[in-house]
């Protein structure tokens, strides 16, 4: 299987502060990885390193092609239509097809021509996530897309980008602070602390009891009855 | 009568609906009624105006009857005269807008866009702009004597601060998140200006044209009332020589309609241009 991105020794410093200190990571095409850490920890830092927003101090980055970014707000132009907003920088050539089409995927296939101030939280960044599956990405990265919805909202979403991933196969890079999430999504999930990978679990589609208390404590949770620290688990197959 | 009140069934009831709902039929008029008076009040003010006219109480020298002023822009109309001074007004407004208007944008651009640009005009421009510009009045007379030039110059200056101010703004308050936004979707540079950066800094453009536009017109009344051969400002100056009031009142009415006027097709383009804003667009949510 062919890589989605390649970081080796990758170093990012915020004037004195090293918030990157030698990261080592490799996505595979088709791969949903699962980014957990705690506020603070430089999991944006390296989303953003990524994604080309941010230049990088040390190591380096290789990916085919660009990557497509969702972020935690929808950050849909308010001016455009949602198939304008969806053909963003894409070739002008069949833009409203190829748009409308991806806008069909997240179920937003009737509003084509409807302002953003019409939708819902959940619509928008239903639509958001349309517009990073129409460039066709290698590799997708999501940072916290779902931290901004309500929980019904949020189950539905997650349910909705586990099935255009699974259709769609980029490497995907998620970044979380929810442990239920990372467990219900991901075929692997890391937890970065000091600025590098400091636990990594391949989950394989296999049960993992204990899993969760595993990742609570590495992410300096303490221990407690199942459910007191976090939600209880949601279960994406029922939806 | 508490804020939030217990309902017999038993729950809290929103504070407001209880208030409000057996005041309403009694303290609030309907809004009907309310836009009858609203065009009744004016509509009196015109028949006390007329009624103190042609009793004799205000000399039609101080101040004309309704009728009469009605009556002259008849007269005024029908020899074209009128039409021809109200055209060449309005080539002067929309010349020294256009003219104001474009510089203000374009300066605008540039400082918004480039810190060197900043550095290198806003000091000065501000500077300028801190002078009331028909203060220039004078000045401009001798620079270009009492012609066109003086007038369509006077108005251009009026224009181009307004315009340039809320350009700079509405550049600099563009969402910073959508820029960034702009770059992860690998958008050129031009196409970052035309499809966020412009969109985004329109509601405030559209502010300073609105602004401009009352401007514009100050500066032209001013400017035309000081020497013209022709205009509105001619027209009213000329009357004055013979006392003509009700000549002098059709062209203050007629400044202002077209004042409003100008105001309406700004409203019309803010309706327009931003018809996907929650403030301005209709429907929606």
């Given at each position: 299987?062919?890589?989605?991105?390649?970081?080796?020794?990758?170093?990012?410093?915020?004037?004195?502060?090293?918030?990157?200190?030698?990261?080592?990571?490799?996505?595979?095409?088709?791969?949903?990885?699962?980014?957990?850490?705690?506020?603070?920890?430089?999991?944006?830092?390296?989303?953003?390193?990524?994604?080309?927003?941010?230049?990088?101090?040390?190591?380096?980055?290789?990916?085919?092609?660009?990557?497509?970014?969702?972020?935690?707000?929808?950050?849909?132009?308010?001016?455009?239509?949602?198939?304008?907003?969806?053909?963003?920088?894409?070739?002008?050539?069949?833009?409203?097809?190829?748009?409308?089409?991806?806008?069909?995927?997240?179920?937003?296939?009737?509003?084509?021509?409807?302002?953003?101030?019409?939708?819902?939280?959940?619509?928008?960044?239903?639509?958001?996530?349309?517009?990073?599956?129409?460039?066709?990405?290698?590799?997708?990265?999501?940072?916290?897309?779902?931290?901004?919805?309500?929980?019904?909202?949020?189950?539905?979403?997650?349910?909705?980008?586990?099935?255009?991933?699974?259709?769609?196969?980029?490497?995907?890079?998620?970044?979380?602070?929810?442990?239920?999430?990372?467990?219900?999504?991901?075929?692997?999930?890391?937890?970065?602390?000091?600025?590098?990978?400091?636990?990594?679990?391949?989950?394989?589609?296999?049960?993992?009891?204990?899993?969760?208390?595993?990742?609570?404590?590495?992410?300096?949770?303490?221990?407690?009855?199942?459910?007191?620290?976090?939600?209880?688990?949601?279960?994406?197959?029922?939806? | 009568?508490?804020?939030?009140?217990?309902?017999?069934?038993?729950?809290?009831?929103?504070?407001?609906?209880?208030?409000?709902?057996?005041?309403?039929?009694?303290?609030?008029?309907?809004?009907?009624?309310?836009?009858?008076?609203?065009?009744?009040?004016?509509?009196?003010l015109l028949v006390v105006w007329e009624t103190l006219c042609r009793s004799g109480y205000v000399a039609p020298q101080i101040l004309?009857?309704?009728?009469?002023?009605?009556?002259?822009?008849?007269?005024?109309?029908?020899?074209?005269?009128?039409?021809?001074?109200?055209?060449?007004?309005?080539?002067?407004?929309?010349?020294?807008?256009?003219?104001?208007?474009?510089?203000?944008?374009?300066?605008?651009?540039?400082?918004?866009?480039?810190?060197?640009?900043?550095?290198?005009?806003?000091?000065?421009?501000?500077?300028?702009?801190?002078?009331?510009?028909?203060?220039?009045?004078?000045?401009?007379?001798?620079?270009?004597?009492?012609?066109?030039?003086?007038?369509?110059?006077?108005?251009?200056?009026?224009?181009?601060?307004?315009?340039?101010?809320?350009?700079?703004?509405?550049?600099?308050?563009?969402?910073?998140?959508?820029?960034?936004?702009?770059?992860?979707?690998?958008?050129?540079?031009?196409?970052?200006?035309?499809?966020?950066?412009?969109?985004?800094?329109?509601?405030?453009?559209?502010?300073?044209?609105?602004?401009?536009?009352?401007?514009?017109?100050?500066?032209?009344?001013?400017?035309?009332?000081?020497?013209?051969?022709?205009?509105?400002?001619?027209?009213?100056?000329?009357?004055?020589?013979?006392?003509?009031?009700?000549?002098?009142?059709?062209?203050?009415?007629?400044?202002?309609?077209?004042?409003?006027?100008?105001?309406?097709?700004?409203?019309?383009?803010?309706?327009?241009?931003?018809?996907?804003?929650?403030?301005?667009?209709?429907?929606?949510?």
């Amino acid at each position: 299987m062919s890589a989605a991105v390649i970081v080796r020794r990758l170093v990012r410093r915020y004037g004195e502060r090293t918030v990157i200190d030698g990261l080592d990571l490799v996505i595979d095409r088709g791969e949903f990885v699962a980014l957990l850490g705690e506020s603070g920890c430089g999991k944006t830092t390296l989303l953003r390193a990524l994604s080309g927003l941010d230049p990088i101090d040390g190591g380096s980055i290789q990916a085919p092609g660009k990557p497509a970014v969702v972020f935690q707000e929808h950050r849909l132009l308010p001016w455009d239509s949602l198939w304008r907003n969806v053909s963003l920088g894409q070739p002008a050539e069949n833009a409203r097809q190829r748009a409308a089409a991806a806008l069909a995927e997240v179920g937003l296939g009737q509003r084509l021509d409807d302002w953003p101030r019409n939708l819902s939280g959940g619509q928008a960044q239903r639509v958001a996530l349309a517009r990073a599956l129409v460039q066709q990405p290698e590799l997708l990265l999501l940072d916290e897309p779902f931290a901004a919805l309500d929980a019904l909202t949020r189950l539905k979403m997650q349910a909705l980008v586990k099935e255009l991933v699974a259709r769609h196969r980029p490497g995907v890079l998620l970044v979380t602070h929810d442990v239920d999430e990372a467990i219900g999504l991901a075929d692997r999930i890391l937890v970065m602390r000091g600025g590098a990978i400091a636990f990594e679990r391949r989950l394989d589609g296999e049960p993992h009891p204990g899993l969760r208390e595993e990742l609570l404590a590495q992410l300096g949770v303490a221990p407690g009855p199942r459910g007191a620290a976090h939600r209880p688990a949601p279960s994406l197959n029922t939806l | 009568m508490s804020v939030a009140e217990i309902h017999p069934t038993g729950g809290f009831a929103p504070a407001s609906a209880p208030l409000a709902k057996p005041r309403a039929p009694r303290r609030a008029p309907s809004g009907s009624w309310l836009f009858a008076l609203s065009w009744a009040a004016p509509l009196i003010l015109l028949v006390v105006w007329e009624t103190l006219c042609r009793s004799g109480y205000v000399a039609p020298q101080i101040l004309p009857a309704p009728s009469k002023v009605a009556a002259t822009a008849v007269r005024l109309a029908s020899t074209g005269g009128l039409f021809n001074d109200l055209a060449v007004s309005l080539a002067r407004a929309a010349t020294g807008f256009a003219i104001g208007g474009l510089l203000g944008f374009t300066l605008g651009v540039a400082v918004g866009f480039s810190r060197v640009a900043e550095a290198a005009i806003d000091r000065s421009v501000q500077m300028v702009r801190a002078v009331p510009f028909l203060a220039a009045l004078p000045l401009t007379i001798i620079w270009f004597g009492v012609g066109e030039g003086q007038k369509i110059f006077l108005v251009s200056l009026g224009v181009l601060f307004p315009i340039y101010v809320n350009t700079v703004l509405g550049i600099r308050q563009v969402d910073p998140k959508l820029l960034e936004l702009g770059r992860v979707q690998g958008l050129s540079h031009w196409t970052t200006i035309r499809r966020i950066v412009l969109p985004g800094a329109l509601p405030s453009i559209l502010t300073g044209l609105r602004y401009a536009l009352a401007v514009a017109w100050l500066a032209l009344v001013v400017a035309e009332t000081v020497g013209a051969q022709a205009g509105l400002g001619f027209l009213a100056m000329d009357a004055r020589e013979f006392l003509r009031t009700d000549v002098i009142v059709l062209t203050i009415v007629i400044y202002a309609l077209i004042g409003a006027g100008s105001d309406w097709i700004a409203r019309l383009l803010e309706r327009r241009l931003l018809r996907w804003h929650p403030n301005f667009g209709g429907g929606g949510r």
